[in-house]
């Protein structure tokens, strides 16, 4: 079965690794010259606007999914009128524009900080007065990692500008900064029958805007905000008759949730499935995409993941310690690119804890902040 | 780093599958038209005793291994003096040849079958009367999942010229046929540093040669057994300078270990190891000849193998069992070939027993053959 995956990135890289041995292969489109997937699958180099690089890459595909939600919903479509698309091309309008996704949360009942949707800076000054200061002024598309989001701290008319520089302008979201003791995050995955899969909640350690750092199962998690998550998650998927997996972020604050954004696919705060839960999100969103039975999200033991950011740690160093691996992605070292994650597995959360802190150390300057949850 | 593998079969496919994360890229040398590593790996198709093939696969490349103990002395000696071979072209010459390899073990003190060395079909009386009926016969050379090997039931010429017809003829060696609980293998991997790791003794059942399935760690060794078999490994490895991992193949009778065979490779009774341990066969391969520290071969829980032999069994019927895998490899059905192999955790060894009789169960009626212990 050959299965097309829109971005040739890490995540279609580990998708193919964890695919191979279900029998399948794979196809990615892709713009880069050599992106991380092309090592292990055949390659379409084009634009994912390029009706024909698209055509390329569709012919004799038996199924297709993306690795990130800024593909065009019109290549999306286009996909979806010669061949199956999991997650489809409605999930990917719903999570590739903050107030879609927000609208669609809120339409489930769904928990999200106040926002105002705005287009022009001119109107920030009003939806400050709604949403109050300190506000998150975010990009309604292409965000990631922190990027197209800043801060507004006051109402002065400096800072608003400044923020509105940050962003590149809008369309916007204007946000209410939502207090929070930690950020957590769930991967579930729908098959195509339905069947549902959640794994563990997740607590997650930013810096920058990026993921540094996680740590699975999220200690300290009480039942009433896991199950919540769970019907949370459900509720999602239901709602899109989703298939694959799918990821929440959530801010917990006195023990409720909030959700901060929606992700229509394996993630990086998913990345210690690999060794640390029975099924790896990869294999797992591909045996939803495919057809076959899910694998069981249950952990094995507990579980750090410290991505590898910048430049690369010294790999004798950090595969001395217990139980410890490297994941590297194949990309050049760049300020600021995540170029791999390390996961240490240990039998208990506090063994866990001094595994993880003599791990952060081992990493090299850039990738420094991982602290405990910081300011977004 | 470009990692070369002689040979690109389903153990180069799975080498490269473990070595990706690692930051390492792969090129094989085989002469089928696309052997199962060729799907993730860049392939030099052509024979081994050919030099122009050689040197196009060996250009450039920062380390050499092999995935089976067939390939020719004389490519190996050819590749050394470019670049690093691991294992080296010694612990070839000693383990392709079952009269050196033999040879070899009793100088190191290592209990093997009584055997004696032929040439002609006019030599196997005499042998026959020094190590009796019934004996097994083996050709010396090129003999894999129990071919090239013959059972003289009797001293009888037709029986002698019927063992020696199945064999394909000499040279080859006359064994005594010994007594057997159950056959045990065991897998060890040696640094640059010499540093040393043992996975857990496993135990093995075959059909018609063929590995149908395997139990890990082996149910029921005691402790004077684990050590005799980690001593006879820490001897070999030591002798042979060796670097990756090794597989010794031994009987078990009256609580003692006689070694049958040793292969200077990954194994088939080590792919439970992907899920079954800390660091799978194949990282810790890749991780010993590239000169990375050895990973934990630690079990979690207990882990069982099955061979996919002939034709594959409907995946979802597999994969719908808890916490079991599937890994194909690639290859077009046909009988007696391997395709594949399914694992299968549980928590404990009477949990695994039934989650594997189960599993037998759902293999199609060539991988029926699971019995316990059978004849060689």
Redesign the interface.
């Known amino acids: 079965m050959l299965v097309g995956v829109l971005g040739g990135g890490q995540l279609a890289?580990m998708l193919?690794?964890a695919g191979?041995?279900?029998?399948l292969?794979f196809r990615v489109l892709d713009p880069a010259e050599r992106p991380p997937a092309a090592?292990?699958a055949a390659h379409v180099c084009g634009r994912y606007e390029d009706p024909d690089a698209v055509a390329r890459f569709a012919a004799d595909l038996d199924v297709c999914t993306y690795e990130f939600e800024n593909v065009p919903v019109e290549t999306a479509s286009l996909i979806e009128r010669q061949l199956p698309l999991y997650p489809s091309g409605t999930a990917l309008a719903h999570t590739q524009d903050r107030l879609a996704e927000r609208q669609f949360l809120c339409g489930l009942g769904i928990p999200v900080a106040r926002f105002v949707a705005i287009d022009r800076l001119e109107e920030l000054p009003d939806a400050l007065s709604i949403v109050g200061t300190p506000a998150v002024l975010k990009r309604r598309r292409l965000g990631y990692d922190g990027r197209g989001q800043a801060i507004v701290r006051s109402r002065g008319d400096a800072a608003q500008a400044r923020a509105w520089r940050t962003i590149g302008g809008g369309p916007a979201i204007v946000e209410e900064l939502v207090p929070f003791r930690r950020e957590l995050s769930l991967i579930a995955v729908r098959g195509r029958t339905g069947e549902t899969r959640c794994y563990p909640l997740v607590e997650n350690h930013h810096h920058d805007g990026m993921l540094r750092s996680s740590v699975a199962p999220a200690p300290d998690v009480s039942s009433r905000l896991d199950t919540e998550a769970r019907a949370h998650a459900d509720r999602i998927l239901g709602a899109l008759g989703y298939v694959g997996a799918l990821t929440i972020e959530f801010f917990e604050h006195d023990d409720r949730l909030v959700v901060n954004e929606i992700a229509p696919r394996v993630h990086n705060s998913g990345h210690w499935t690999i060794e640390g839960a029975?099924?790896s999100q990869f294999?797992n969103h591909l045996?939803a995409i495919v057809g076959?039975?899910l694998?069981?999200t249950a952990p094995?033991g507990c579980t750090a993941l410290v991505n590898v950011i910048g430049s690369?740690p010294d790999?004798?160093a950090i595969?001395?310690l217990?139980?410890?691996?490297?994941?590297?992605y194949?990309k050049t070292p760049r300020q600021g690119r995540k170029l791999?994650h390390v996961t240490a597995?240990a039998p208990d959360a506090s063994t866990l804890a001094a595994r993880l802190a003599h791990l952060r150390r081992l990493m090299p300057g850039d990738t420094k902040g991982h602290g405990s949850c910081e300011a977004r």
Request: charged share 25%; hydrophobic share 25%.
């Open positions: 890289r193919a690794l191979y041995p279900l029998g292969r090592e292990l029975e099924t294999e045996r076959l039975p694998g069981s094995i690369t790999p004798t595969l001395c217990p139980d410890t691996h490297l994941h590297l194949g791999g597995r």
